[in-house]
Structures are given as structure tokens and as C-alpha cells.
């Protein structure tokens, strides 16, 4: 029951701190809102973007056709070890008779059915490489088929994703810099909102310690203002990221509609809402407890 | 009820802010102490509040060691203190009667209990009729005598009072100190920091004289 009275008392102490700097608090609130935008928005477009290209333009893949006179124990072995490989994601074996009927059905003018039994197609495997599989790893792997005895000849389909590997990877790590930048720049401004919160509040800090108020007494009010100031930047942030992804959408998927329908708009991610509101509560309320540690600290 | 056993205390690279300083104080003793600006009252007094640990010696207050307390059971020796200040640095958001009932609800005292106890500290230091108005409009003396309530509210064993009358005039001085003999006579153990020595002399208690961090003399008064 004490325990319930304490946590109401701070709660309602916080609300009272918060009316009583109601401007402030709604400044600070769109300012970290706004900053905690940025990481999220530049997260959304890396994610929502991959949502529009299809699979096989960042996967690569191979096509590896097998001698023709090769057993079924050389073929599963030459499965196994290429199974073992950590940049394939999975391999499809085509029967060169499947291939046959796929190549009557396309042709349109006859079923080869004739050529079912000297089937001129070799078998061939369908090799899908990882998404995460980096240029080196899939150029090792198709080397190693091309020297291989068992294959008669391959065709390999780099992805975009490959074919642009170090672009790709120059403006992912510029994205990370500048969502490393953003997320740093929204810690400092918390940090400093919190520790000029603080300051204003020191004579406060130092009459509760002297009357005896325990550290957690003393710090629960400001725990729950900062929470409550990460809640609402965090909402801030994720209004901003839905208004940014929907101008982005109306601009740059409608154009795509018209190639597919399923691509008419980009879709939100769940995933960065909820990292972004984490991300402003966790913020607020560090920024808060060091702040007020801090302050207890240089009292004693 | 309070010992000060050969203490020193230096801060990093000064010169000592306290050196050897050794006196005890009876339970229900009444004693001020004076000092210039610098002498070492402020930290005299924040080594007896537990803001301060000795570089050197003991203070022990009820045979309590003060350098062993900590966290909780240090905020719990601070609940048994009436702490007194210059500025009262009372909470202008909150009325009279919420600033005096502060170290009750810190301490934990049932909500049902608090009324009463506030209402018999108001009514000691003749505030009874100000306990729903605003520390804002009370004048500097009134707000004083509200800190000292709040001091005793929740009957310290000890009051420990920093310049409580720097900022009033003689008489107002001369009230604040009838109210500290008032809880002496009450058995509770008062240490006054001062620099006014006029209001010292006046009055039949014990002096302590710091200089330059150092305990030069110990008038033990006509009270004892």
C-alpha cells in the first residue's frame, strides 16, 4: 500500500512538473521527436524499398547444368557440399525431364514427347544464393562449380544487390553513419534537457535528501516525466515517419503501380515504430536517472 | 547524543576545513556555534548530516557512527533530524500545510496521522491560521518560522540549525530563539550555526567558537 501511495505521489508530482513547464515540455517533445525521425525515416526507406524489389533481384542465382552421364550418389554429393556453403540459401534439383516438358510447353508447336526417351537436356541444379552473401563468397562458390568435373556448364544471374555490392554498401554505411549521428545527437539533447531539468530542481534535490527522502524517492517523479516525455516523442517520431513514408509513397510507388498493384505503396514497417518509441523511453528515462544521479552524487 | 571525536576534514589540495575538532553534546543540550565565514560551521554541520565523511575521526550521533551509514540507513538517520536553513527553501507550489507535512510523508507516516502532527507544529510556531495559504504570501520571519515547524514536525531527536536568523531582524531573531529554547526544554538535543554573536550572548546556552577549521573555545554556558 506505502509502495502504491509513493509511486501515485511521484506520478502526480510528475504530471504537476510537467503542467507547470507545459511549453518546454511540448518543445522538447517535437524536437526529439523530429531528431528520432531521421534514424527511423532513413530505416523505413532501407526496409520499405526492399519490400518493392522483387527477391530475385537481390538474391543471385545459378543455373548448374550436370554432365550427362553423372549417378545420382556424384549428384547428392554435389548437393551436400554446395548445401554446406553458408552464402547458398537453397538448391533446387530440375530433372532434364521436367526441363523437356517446360521447354515443349514454352515452345507451343508440339509435345517433344519423341525425344522423352534420348532426351538431349542435361539435369541441372538451381542454385539460390543468400541474401546476406557477400560479392567473394558467391564468386569462391561458382568457381569452384566451373572447375568442377561434375558440371557441364553454368550460368550465374549476380543479383543487383552484388552487381552493386560496393555502392550498396558505401550508402548503407553513409545511412548507418548519419542513424549513429541522429541517435547520438537525440541522446545529447536528452541528456541536456534532463540535466537542465535537473539544475532547476537542485535546491529541491538537496531539501528532499536532507529531510531524509531515500535516492529513489527523489528520483520517481523525474523517472516518470521522462517516460512520459519518451512516450509522446516517440509517437512524435513515428507521425513524422508515416507522413514522410506516405509523401514518399505518393511521389515514387505510384509509378510502380502501374507495373504491379501490390507495389502501389510502400509499406510501413511495424519494426521501426516500435525501435523508435523504445528508443525515445530509453533515452528519456537514462537521460533522467543519470541526471539526477548525477546530482545526488555531488551532494554527498 | 552527539560526538565529534578528533575530526579532520580536508578537501582535495586545500587546507583542512576542520582539524581535530572533538566535543560531545548531551541528549536535550542546547549549544550554538560560531565562526566567521570560512571557519568550518557549514562543514561541521554537513559532516553532521551525513553529507560529508570525515577525513579523519569519528562522528557519532546516538552512538551511531556516521561514516558507517549509507544509502537508506543514511536517509534514515535523516528523517530523525529537524535540519533548519538560512533560506527556509520551502516548496512555493505546495501550501503551508503540505511543506511542514514533507518529512512526514517521506518518512512514511500514515496519511490518517499527518494532519495532527502538522497542525501541532504550525500551532507551536503560532502559524495555525496560515496552513492552507501559500508560503508566497508569507513574509521572510513567517516563512521561517514554517521551516522550523517542519523541522519538528516529526519530533527529532535532534534539530540542527543552519543561520536560521541570517536573514531576520533582532526581534524576529530573538522569537526564533525562544522557539529553539522552547524545544530544548522539551528534551530534543538543538546545535545552532551563527554568526551573530549578540543573539549568543543573550541567550544562557552552550558556545562552541570554530576558527580556521579549528575549535578555539567551549563556553559551556549557565543552561547546564
Redesign the interface.
Known amino acids: 500500500m506505502r509502495w502504491l501511495l509513493d509511486h501515485q505521489s511521484a506520478f502526480s508530482e510528475a504530471m504537476k512538473r510537467t503542467r507547470d513547464r507545459m511549453t518546454q515540455f511540448i518543445v522538447v517533445i517535437c524536437l526529439l521527436g523530429v531528431l528520432l525521425a531521421i534514424p527511423g525515416w532513413l530505416g523505413q526507406i532501407w526496409l520499405g524499398m526492399a519490400s518493392l524489389v522483387p527477391s530475385d533481384a537481390v538474391q543471385s542465382e545459378a543455373l548448374v547444368f550436370l554432365e550427362r552421364d553423372l549417378d545420382l550418389e556424384s549428384r547428392i554429393d554435389l548437393e551436400r557440399s554446395l548445401e554446406d556453403q553458408a552464402v547458398i540459401d537453397a538448391i533446387t534439383f530440375i530433372p532434364k525431364s521436367e526441363a523437356l516438358d517446360a521447354l515443349s510447353a514454352s515452345d507451343g508447336l508440339s509435345q517433344m514427347t519423341v525425344l522423352r526417351d534420348d532426351n538431349p537436356l542435361p539435369d541441372a541444379l538451381r542454385v539460390r544464393f543468400s541474401f546476406v552473401g557477400d560479392e567473394a563468397g558467391e564468386a569462391a562458390v561458382i568457381d569452384g562449380l566451373r572447375s568442377d568435373q561434375r558440371v557441364m556448364s553454368l550460368r550465374y544471374y549476380p543479383s543487383a544487390r552484388v552487381q552493386y555490392a560496393s555502392l550498396v554498401e558505401m550508402l548503407g554505411l553513409l545511412g548507418l553513419g548519419l542513424s549513429m549521428l541522429t541517435i547520438l545527437g537525440v541522446l545529447m539533447a536528452v541528456f541536456l534537457v534532463s540535466a537542465a531539468d535537473v539544475v532547476d530542481d537542485r535546491r529541491r534535490i538537496e531539501l528532499y535528501t536532507l529531510l531524509g527522502a531515500s535516492n529513489g524517492f527523489i528520483k520517481r517523479p523525474y523517472l516518470y516525466r521522462a517516460t512520459l516525455l519518451g512516450l509522446l516523442s516517440g509517437l512524435v517520431a513515428c507521425v513524422v515517419i508515416f507522413g514522410l513514408n506516405t509523401v514518399l509513397s505518393s511521389v515514387l510507388a505510384s509509378n510502380l503501380e502501374a507495373l504491379d498493384p501490390e507495389l502501389g505503396s510502400i509499406p510501413m514497417d511495424g519494426r521501426i515504430l516500435i525501435t523508435v518509441a523504445v528508443v525515445a523511453i530509453v533515452a528519456s528515462w537514462i537521460g533522467a536517472e543519470r541526471a539526477v544521479h548525477r546530482r545526488l552524487h555531488a551532494l554527498h | 547524543m552527539i560526538e565529534f571525536e578528533s575530526v579532520s576534514k580536508v578537501y582535495d589540495g586545500q587546507r583542512p576545513a576542520l582539524s581535530n575538532v572533538t566535543f560531545k553534546l548531551a541528549p536535550g543540550e542546547m549549544a550554538f556555534l560560531t565562526g566567521h565565514s570560512g571557519a568550518g560551521k557549514s562543514t561541521l554541520l554537513r559532516l553532521l548530516?551525513g553529507?560529508?565523511k570525515a577525513s579523519q575521526g569519528a562522528v557519532r550521533v546516538a552512538g551511531t557512527d556516521l561514516a558507517s551509514l549509507n544509502?537508506?540507513k543514511l536517509?534514515?538517520?535523516?528523517?530523525?533530524?529537524g535540519?533548519v536553513f538560512q533560506d527556509p527553501?520551502l516548496?512555493e507550489?505546495l501550501t503551508v500545510f503540505d511543506n511542514v507535512a514533507?518529512?512526514l510523508?517521506?518518512?512514511?507516516f500514515k496519511?490518517a496521522d499527518i494532519p495532527k502532527r502538522v497542525n501541532a507544529a504550525l500551532s507551536r510556531v503560532d502559524l495555525s491560521d496560515q496552513a492552507m495559504t501559500s508560503p508566497r504570501v508569507l513574509s521572510g520571519g513567517q516563512q521561517q518560522r514554517v521551516g522550523i515547524a517542519?523541522a519538528i514536525v516529526h519530533r527529532p531527536a535532534l534539530v540542527v540549525a543552519d543561520e536560521p536568523t541570517g536573514n531576520l531582524d533582532p526581534e524576529l531573531s530573538a522569537r526564533v530563539m525562544r522557539m529553539f529554547t522552547q524545544f530544548q526544554q522539551l528534551g530534543v538535543t538543538i546545535l545552532v550555526a551563527t554568526h551573530e554573536r549578540a543573539v549568543v550572548e543573550s541567550l544562557p546556552f552552550r558556545h562552541l567558537t570554530i576558527e580556521r577549521g579549528r575549535l578555539v573555545s567551549d563556553d559551556v554556558g549557565a543552561s547546564r
Open positions: 548530516l553529507l560529508e544509502g537508506e536517509a534514515r538517520y535523516r528523517r530523525r533530524v535540519v527553501n516548496e507550489d514533507l518529512p510523508r517521506i518518512a512514511g496519511e517542519r
